[in-house]
């Protein structure tokens, strides 16, 4: 299995067991085995479910089973635990974060792992050097940037890489964080769309969360909120190779597309208007197919196609009838999303 990291920093690393991390004097996880799977690159006991030791660490220690546990439940528990100890997360006889030590380790697919998989806040400040991780690596391209000649495996081209797959994981600034000028959910609105427009998903979907905190009303927050999860549950890495996994209820792709169900049924809630009612139990549709709910996904259709008829509408309802071996029906529907000027592939015949 594809490995998400190089061992480029063994040197800085004491040779050390993979037993589960001990717990302190404070109570707290010895996470200096964390630091160890990082250099070291130990291998995983489950290999099938896990590419590295790190991850398969990361379960344990937040009390997620790694042979039983859901990746719903684990979730959950690691989201706890991180809340609880991300401060404590620390590399290095300099004590640096560990979201720092990823970037210093040349394993930034693990640090936007952390972020788009498993929903962790990436953009806390460490108190060491009162930054965080994207300042940090902002800081670290211009120090890089001022030396002439630099030719380290982290050079500032690379940095400028690791900056944009953070960016596109929802890392943010504090100045941007605590933005003063944004006051209203309209203001996180825009420039959601934008960050959508330009495929920074997770950034997106923060920003129309924050809309939604200030007006919890905002029924077209919900909408686009629940389109960036569509897009992100079917677009998006999460380490998950076996596609009967990935169908799973309990599975990180059908948990985000159960949770833009949510936000598509909360926007048909709030709208009053028949096209955008109808256009939010289209895209609810579409998010019940992903999740093979064929029938629910038929019944949504044919309300989206009662409020607001449209020819993709009719082809993807046409294209679960014809799952449903429902032939006649799938053949009527294609020919009305031709008429609609819609392009279908007549592909289910009597």
Not at 22 to 40: H, R, V
Not at 107 to 112: A, E, N, R, S
Request: aromatic residues 10%.
């Amino acid at each position: 299995m594809k490995k998400l990291f190089i061992i480029g920093i063994m040197c800085l690393f004491l040779l050390a067991g993979q037993e589960l991390p001990a717990q302190t004097n404070s109570g707290k996880p010895d996470f200096q085995e964390f630091c160890n799977d990082i250099g070291l690159g130990f291998e995983p006991d489950n290999k099938e479910k896990f590419d590295t030791k790190f991850e398969e660490r990361l379960w344990e220690v937040s009390g997620a089973d790694p042979q039983t546990a859901s990746d719903r439940e684990a979730k959950t528990k690691i989201n706890k635990m991180w809340d609880r100890h991300k401060l404590d997360f620390k590399c290095g006889t300099m004590g640096r974060s560990i979201l720092k030590y990823l970037i210093e380790g040349n394993v930034i697919g693990w640090l936007t792992r952390l972020a788009n998989k498993y929903e962790l806040d990436i953009n806390f400040v460490d108190p060491r050097d009162n930054q965080n991780v994207l300042e940090y690596l902002n800081q670290e391209i211009k120090r890089k940037d001022d030396v002439a000649g630099a030719k380290d495996h982290y050079s500032s081209d690379l940095l400028r890489t690791y900056r944009d797959k953070l960016i596109r994981a929802g890392a943010l600034t504090t100045k941007q964080i605590a933005n003063p000028e944004f006051t209203t959910a309209e203001q996180f609105f825009k420039p959601g769309e934008s960050l959508f427009l330009e495929r920074q998903d997770r950034r997106a979907e923060i920003a129309f969360t924050k809309a939604i905190e200030i007006n919890p009303k905002y029924a077209d927050a919900y909408t686009a909120r629940g389109m960036v999860r569509i897009k992100r549950s079917t677009s998006e890495d999460f380490g998950n190779d076996d596609p009967a996994q990935s169908s799973n209820a309990d599975s990180f792709e059908s948990m985000l597309m159960e949770s833009a169900v949510e936000d598509f049924t909360k926007a048909i809630e709030l709208n009053s208007i028949a096209k955008a009612k109808g256009v939010n139990y289209f895209h609810r549709a579409s998010a019940y197919k992903h999740l093979l709910k064929l029938d629910l996904a038929a019944a949504d259709l044919s309300k989206s196609i009662e409020l607001h008829p449209s020819a993709d509408a009719y082809k993807m309802r046409a294209e679960i009838y014809c799952q449903q071996n429902k032939k006649a029906n799938a053949a009527a529907d294609e020919k009305k999303a031709t008429e609609l000027g819609g392009k279908v592939e007549a592909k289910c015949r009597q």
